[in-house]
């Protein structure tokens, strides 16, 4: 059974940092593509960055271009979403998603999920 389990979230004042992790527990991890996703209450699950299955290649949303940095470890077959500078408009629910599907951004590209991690920035 695939399971990802994301960690790491919390309440932050903004400009705060936070770094998000997410245990997969896919036999096979170095061959998917990871990404994660957002959603704010009220809102449709948004694209936040994705990488590649070797971590040469990262994807960001324009809205976080800069303060966001994804990253991988496939020996400990996890990814980070390491979040800095973060706004008030970050507060959502993160989560993590694998696909072995190119680097895609749209959530129906994504074949598993974990079942997210709550971020709350105040500001």
């Known amino acids: 059974q695939v399971q990802l389990v994301e960690s790491g979230g919390g309440l932050v004042q903004a400009g705060g940092s936070l770094r998000l992790s997410c245990a997969a527990s896919?036999?096979?991890?170095?061959?998917?593509?990871m990404g994660w996703f957002r959603q704010a209450p009220g809102k449709e699950r948004e694209f936040v960055a994705a990488i590649s299955w070797s971590g040469s290649d990262t994807y960001y949303a324009d809205s976080v271009k800069g303060r966001f940095t994804i990253s991988r470890d496939n020996a400990k077959n996890t990814v980070y979403l390491q979040m800095n500078s973060l706004k008030p408009e970050d507060t959502a629910v993160y989560y993590c998603?694998?696909?072995?599907?190119?680097?895609?951004?749209?959530?129906?590209?994504?074949?598993?999920w974990g079942q997210g991690t709550q971020v709350t920035v105040s500001s």
């Open positions: 896919l036999r096979t991890f170095s061959t998917y593509a």
């Open positions: 998603a694998a696909t072995l599907t190119g680097l895609p951004r749209l959530v129906y590209e994504y074949d598993y």
